[in-house]
């Protein structure tokens, strides 16, 4: 049993082959389908509960020649970094090429650590197979050594599906690689996602920023003042779709049911409140909230993401990437689960509100839990793992942070 994975299939079921990842090892969470491997999605809810057949994207992982060498622990649905995840220590151990861990609010930039992670556009990862939460927000991100390993990973990984119905029907974004000349490229910073950081992690973010000014490229300042408003939105609406979505963890399909029920109605409420952790009952108690209490609190949040993603879309149209700091922890953290998260999620949430690409580097002074997300405008992922990648061989250490 290897320490890092939930457990290992044995090698004749790993697969592999000739293609694009031909000899790649990749270790998906268990909220990613695998025919006959467990597919517990860390809760309770779906104890016991194997794959039927592949994710759309372990499909296209086999095709790519890709081999499966495990499963990863994960946090209950993969929301937030809780229950023992250990997403990213794969790759950082050695025992995995790259992973794949569901984003929803930042989780696979926010357990990189010394290892790159990315963060696809919205949409051009097919979701069919994962067992997500938070569908308008989530999007299976991966995580490797270099950003030339997720360049393969994501050119096997992005297309259209035509079984997946809620994600646009649209061409992949280029992935080939292009040359990064910094005098032509400008970076913004977000002066308001530099608040909240120790003196440690903006002594690190600095540094990051220093080996962006050094190399080049024009670095300016810029402004954007309701950017803290992305927690707010993502927390509204988050939680209402995470209602939604568990409402299917009745005990009538699948997962364990409490014995004792007097009718359907205790039956669901006993089987739901035995099968769920502090956490994500708490989620599901603040959507259930702005679902039947105050829903219109649940439009307004809807109103500000459009305002949010448009104002975006405004700053990303003066510059071709914004850098911002990885993590920026909230200084004053609630001391509920929630608020707990999403004081870690502070600085990644953006990303999440507008399905935007982010690729994340370690620092470039080696402090822990100091490192950069370089984002871009929706579709242009590509172009980040291009900047990614140059800022990287221009360390001239062969990878991130020299592993």
Not at 119 to 142: A, N
Not at 215 to 226: N, R, Y
Not at 330 to 343: I, N, R, V
Request: glycine share 12%; charged share 25%; with cysteine.
């Amino acid at each position: 049993m290897d320490a890092v994975f939930s457990f290992i299939i044995p090698c004749a079921d790993h697969g592999g082959g000739d293609g694009l990842l031909d000899g790649v090892r990749v270790a998906p969470q268990p909220n990613v389908a695998v025919a006959g491997w467990p597919s517990e999605a860390g809760s309770k809810a779906l104890a016991g509960f194997k794959a039927l057949e592949d994710a759309v994207l372990v499909k296209r992982l086999r095709a790519a020649g890709a081999r499966l060498c495990g499963l990863t622990r994960m946090s209950e649905f993969g929301f937030g970094l809780d229950g023992g995840c250990t997403a990213g220590q794969a790759v950082e151990a050695g025992s995995a090429d790259a992973e794949i861990v569901l984003d929803m609010t930042g989780e696979s930039r926010l357990c990189a650590g010394n290892v790159c992670a990315f963060k696809p556009s919205y949409g051009i990862v097919p979701r069919v197979g994962v067992t997500g939460l938070i569908p308008s927000m989530e999007t299976p991100g991966v995580l490797a050594r270099d950003p030339g390993l997720i360049r393969r990973l994501m050119q096997a990984l992005a297309g259209p599906d035509e079984t997946d119905f809620s994600v646009p029907d649209e061409t992949p974004p280029p992935f080939a690689a292009q040359s990064v000349d910094p005098a032509k490229t400008k970076v913004g910073l977000i002066k308001e996602a530099r608040e909240g950081l120790s003196d440690a992690q903006a002594e690190g973010f600095d540094a990051s920023v220093a080996e962006l000014e050094q190399a080049g490229f024009c670095v300016e300042e810029i402004s954007f003042p309701d950017y803290r408003m992305f927690v707010l939105a993502h927390r509204i609406i988050g939680a209402v779709e995470a209602s939604s979505c568990a409402g299917r963890y009745d005990s009538v399909r699948y997962g364990r049911r409490e014995p004792g029920a007097k009718d359907w109605n205790e039956m669901y409420l006993s089987a739901r409140g035995a099968a769920f952790g502090p956490l994500i009952k708490s989620l599901l108690f603040e959507g259930a909230y702005f679902q039947f209490e105050r829903y219109s609190a649940y439009e307004a949040a809807c109103r500000l993401r459009s305002r949010l993603v448009t104002e975006m879309d405004r700053l990303t149209g003066q510059v071709d990437f914004l850098a911002m700091p990885l993590p920026g922890k909230a200084a004053d953290a609630g001391t509920l689960p929630l608020d707990e998260t999403y004081a870690k999620s502070i600085s990644t949430l953006f990303a999440n509100v507008t399905g935007q690409p982010v690729v994340c580097l370690p620092s470039a002074n080696g402090t822990p839990q100091a490192g950069m997300q370089l984002a871009a405008k929706r579709r242009c992922d590509g172009r980040l793992i291009d900047l990614g990648e140059f800022i990287l061989e221009r360390r001239g250490k062969g990878g991130c942070n020299g592993i």
